[in-house]
DNA sequence: CTTTTTCCTATCGGGATAATAGGATTATAT
DNA sequence: ATATAATCCTATTATCCCGATAGGAAAAAG
């Protein structure tokens, strides 16, 4: 059960992957063999986080990949947004007029209080927390 | 992203039902034709969700369907659990060994982490929460 | 022993995912 | 210019899971 796509995951190594390279920069290529990811799959995920803002492209000869901003500024919940999109339990969550029981419907505030607690965990952790050592992600909040 | 599958958004609506039911107590087709679902389809639902000890099934004549516990006493962690499994973003949240990188590895811990603030959400609901009327749920703590 | 109900097993179609392939485009460097 | 090296674009495939369906077996009541 929620269970995260190995896009999102291939991503994540990724990004984390840039993040540890001097200048944040690398080729799809290199990326791909340091993290065995199929590289013909990988181009369309540093393209997804391209269109996002979170990584620049550079095409041609010296061309490559590298993040858009300091780790700490690639916020997680734009990386799942990114590549899986939008934390959606049920599909009524952002728009009505799905089913018949509309608004007073007691099991879709459910899953949006849900939604709301996966987003607020996702929206307060950065690429800096995955990358870093130490205790816990944003343990000291 | 985190979409709930049908199984469970049945499983939840058929719990409600017999939630509202006076004595608790339905038989199968019924709750399918009030609610809509698929007779044969909510049979699978109904079997998973008495193996998981939420409801109690009866054969034979004048046979059916009950919650074995109050509403209240539904918590929606174990429903959810027993429709579509543990929560569980990646596959080593609960066992190791399953990459090379084992328990230093920094995005485990993060996934781990929103398994958690889903576990917790998911564990201070139940079922009363989704059927009464009002507030949101739990919104008194 | 008939009726009513849950239980069990098997199958089927559709959709999404992960992966692959081939080429088109762009930019650098020589 | 031209070869080279990289991203970009489009299409195809294989596989798996889900939602749904079907037919019957087992059990309990009358």
Redesign the interface.
């Known amino acids: 059960?929620?269970?995260?796509s190995a896009r999102t995951?291939y991503g994540?190594?990724a990004l984390?992957y840039l993040a540890r390279t001097p200048g944040w920069e690398a080729i799809g290529a290199q990326i791909a063999e340091a993290e065995g990811i199929s590289p013909k799959y990988l181009e369309g995920i540093l393209t997804r986080l391209a269109t996002a803002g979170l990584v620049r492209s550079e095409r041609g000869k010296n061309g490559g990949y590298r993040l858009a901003k300091p780790p700490g500024g690639i916020v997680?919940a734009e990386v799942?947004?990114a590549l899986?999109?939008?934390?959606?339990?049920?599909?009524c969550v952002d728009s009505l007029g799905i089913c018949d029981h509309d608004s007073s419907c007691?099991?879709r505030?459910?899953?949006i209080?849900?939604?709301f607690?996966?987003d607020?965990?996702?929206g307060n952790?950065t690429l800096a927390?995955?990358?870093?050592?130490g205790a816990?992600?944003v343990s000291t909040r």
């Open positions: 059960m929620f269970s995260v995951q994540i190594r984390a997680m799942v947004a899986d999109g939008e934390v959606r339990p049920v599909d007691r099991s505030r459910f899953w209080g849900l939604k607690a996966i607020e965990y996702l952790r927390d995955i990358i870093e050592e816990d992600p």
